[in-house]
């Protein structure tokens, strides 16, 4: 079955811990996406990579860090600077930046 | 990014009904669009892109309107499984990356 995982689905982590969600994929999408979904907002954009070993901030990068080793791979994590890091993690992927977005399962993050 | 503005709802109306959502957006170079939808606490889900010359998908049909600066989505003879939140994103204007709007809920009931 080819499409994007994200695990775990659930994630609970003591405040000023740093913690790394992870997000595959195998559409051999060379663009990926981290967005973060707060409860009644829309999506907004942490990263994206367009290719391997290339990424770029988007709206929201503060406290976030990122990795592009693999075309399947894109992991964030989500460090101790984050000032309010509970929310809903969505990793999407594209063909390409231009392309159609198709997003994976997501992760959802509760700093207790 | 200019933002992308929906009504947040809820629209409540019972199976059958015929209802329509607006989404505006700010950036007049915006050159894609699309309708997701999102079902509660799971990801969204691409429901259909919106063309210049509108977009009909069985139940669901997507509208432009360029010189107001608006996408429309209409669902016709509504189910319950319509029930979700609808997402409008718009691409383009110097960005690919796209702008995703916050959401009309959709409450349908029987």
């Known amino acids: 079955d080819g499409g994007i995982t994200q695990s775990p689905k659930y994630l609970f982590r003591k405040e000023g811990q740093n913690v790394t969600l992870s997000c595959e994929q195998n559409?051999?999408?060379?663009?990926m996406y981290w967005y973060r979904q707060d409860p009644g907002q829309g999506l907004r954009l942490i990263y994206y990579?367009?290719?391997?070993?290339?990424?770029q901030k988007g709206d929201i990068a503060e406290g976030y860090s990122v990795s592009r080793e693999k075309k399947e791979s894109f992991p964030l994590t989500v460090t101790s600077a984050q000032k309010n890091p509970t929310a809903f993690y969505l990793c999407a992927s594209s063909v390409g930046l231009a392309d159609t977005q198709y997003f994976g399962p997501g992760t959802r993050l509760t700093v207790l | 990014r200019k933002e992308v503005e929906q009504d947040p709802g809820p629209f409540n109306v019972p199976e059958g009904a015929t209802v329509a959502f607006n989404c505006t957006y700010s950036?007049?170079?915006?050159?894609?669009f699309f309708w997701y939808r999102q079902d509660c606490r799971k990801e969204p889900k691409l429901l259909m892109s919106v063309y210049s010359s509108g977009n009909e998908d069985g139940r669901f049909t997507a509208q432009l309107n360029r010189a107001s600066q608006y996408i429309s989505l209409l669902i016709r003879d509504s189910k319950l499984s319509d029930s979700a939140t609808y997402l409008c994103v718009q691409r383009g204007g110097g960005s690919y990356i796209p702008t995703f709007g916050r959401g009309t809920s959709l409450i349908v009931h029987p």
């Open positions: 990579s367009q290719i391997v070993n290339d990424f």
């Open positions: 559409l051999n999408h060379d663009a």
């Open positions: 950036n007049s170079a915006s050159q894609s």
